[in-house]
């Protein structure tokens, strides 16, 4: 039997470009990950924005039938449309369809990245399919509209569970949940309440709560003091934007959407209008994201490949985007990560 045969059939995945940046970052992933030795088969399925003036659907069944079937993904970033027009967003439309409920989002300085802060190595678990995304909105009366905002005890369990779990699987000492509970007695108080009974099965993990202003403050004055912050959706969201500032931005921080049997893997930003199509962008958020993809799969070698090697860049200090003060192409650095492979 040859190597290669021995190592099996290549993973089959999904791919979805996205929009904007999108095409140009994944592009990026996917070189970097068949020269790291990923082996993956691709189903490139086009969603969103691109999907629906080619379709008429943002959602293509079809996109849902790969997913179904490979149970695994690496997306680009989805345009979503502002206000009443057009379409319902995709990312969450994804996040509900195959129960994506944990929304993991490592952050960790990298030497050779100048920032405020040097140390901080934290991972953001963020609840993905309640909330204010629960898409329930409507109007009361001219001029008055309400957003339900959508907190139960299962989800609350489930996401607390999955963060103890994760400290425990990644020997992290220190679960913070973050909320609003003062104000929002009901929803948030449930979300903490979930949090404490799970704590109380883990006493080795300390477990501490922090009203989400001030852990924004806390954050930005001691970020090396978090280690893994358990959130609701909405705060996940803006406190992971947070947390990318604090180690270098948006293009350098990975992102995972898990459920039981299904994972989709994507950079935290968005489709960065103002600079997609130029060969501007940062790709190794999405490099990142294929990184944590190819371990999901069980392909850990090619994975800390990847990651040696994006360290390796950042200390060179030569192949670097605008977004971290730098003049180099998108397509620049992925060949010089290649090189570094
Ligand atoms: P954004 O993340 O696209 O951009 C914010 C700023 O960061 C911009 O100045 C952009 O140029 C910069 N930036 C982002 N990624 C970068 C990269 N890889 N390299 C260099 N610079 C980068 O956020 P924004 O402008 O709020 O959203 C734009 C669109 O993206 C919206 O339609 C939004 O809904 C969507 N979006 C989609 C996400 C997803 O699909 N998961 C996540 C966040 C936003």
Redesign the pocket.
């Known amino acids: 039997m040859t190597a290669k045969a021995r190592r099996g059939a290549p993973r089959p995945a999904t791919l979805i470009p996205?929009?904007?940046?999108g095409p140009e970052?994944i592009d990026a992933a996917v070189q970097v990950m068949a020269a790291a030795g990923g082996r993956i088969a691709w189903d490139v399925q086009p969603a969103g924005k691109e999907a629906f003036e080619k379709m008429g659907t943002a959602i293509p069944e079809a996109l849902l039938a790969s997913i179904r079937r490979t149970r695994v993904g690496l997306?680009?970033?989805?345009?979503?449309?502002?206000g009443r027009t057009g379409y319902r967003?995709v990312?969450v439309a994804l996040r509900k369809t195959f129960d994506l409920f944990a929304n993991v989002r490592p952050i960790r300085s990298h030497p050779g990245v100048r920032t405020a802060f040097s140390g901080v190595d934290l991972v953001v678990v963020r609840e993905n399919t309640e909330d204010l995304y629960s898409g329930i909105e409507h109007t009361i009366a001219p001029g008055v509209v309400e957003s339900v905002k959508v907190i139960t005890a299962r989800a609350s369990r489930r996401i607390a569970r999955f963060a103890f779990d994760l400290a425990r699987r990644e020997r992290r000492h220190k679960v913070v949940a973050i909320h609003k509970a003062n104000i929002m007695k009901l929803s948030d108080g449930l979300f903490l309440a979930c949090a404490q009974q799970v704590a109380k099965r883990h006493p080795r993990i300390h477990y501490g709560e922090l009203i989400v202003d001030n852990a924004c403050m806390q954050l930005v004055l001691r970020p090396q003091e978090f280690d893994v912050l358990l959130l609701e959706n909405l705060y996940g969201d803006i406190v992971s934007d947070l947390c990318a500032g604090l180690v270098g931005?948006?293009?350098l921080v990975p992102g995972a959407n898990l459920g039981a049997r299904h994972a989709i893997f994507?950079?935290?930003?968005?489709?960065?209008?103002?600079?997609a199509g130029k060969n501007?962008?940062?790709?190794l958020?999405?490099v990142l994201s294929g990184a944590m993809l190819l371990r999901h799969v069980g392909q850990r070698r090619a994975a800390d490949r990847i990651e040696r090697a994006v360290s390796r860049l950042l200390r060179e200090r030569r192949h670097r985007?605008?977004?971290l003060g730098g003049t180099a192409a998108t397509s620049a650095v992925t060949e010089r990560l290649i090189a570094l492979l």
């Open positions: 996205g929009d904007g940046i970052v997306k680009g970033p989805l345009e979503t449309q502002i967003s990312n931005g948006l293009g994507e950079a935290v930003h968005g489709t960065a209008p103002d600079i501007k962008a940062n790709p958020a999405a985007t605008c977004d």
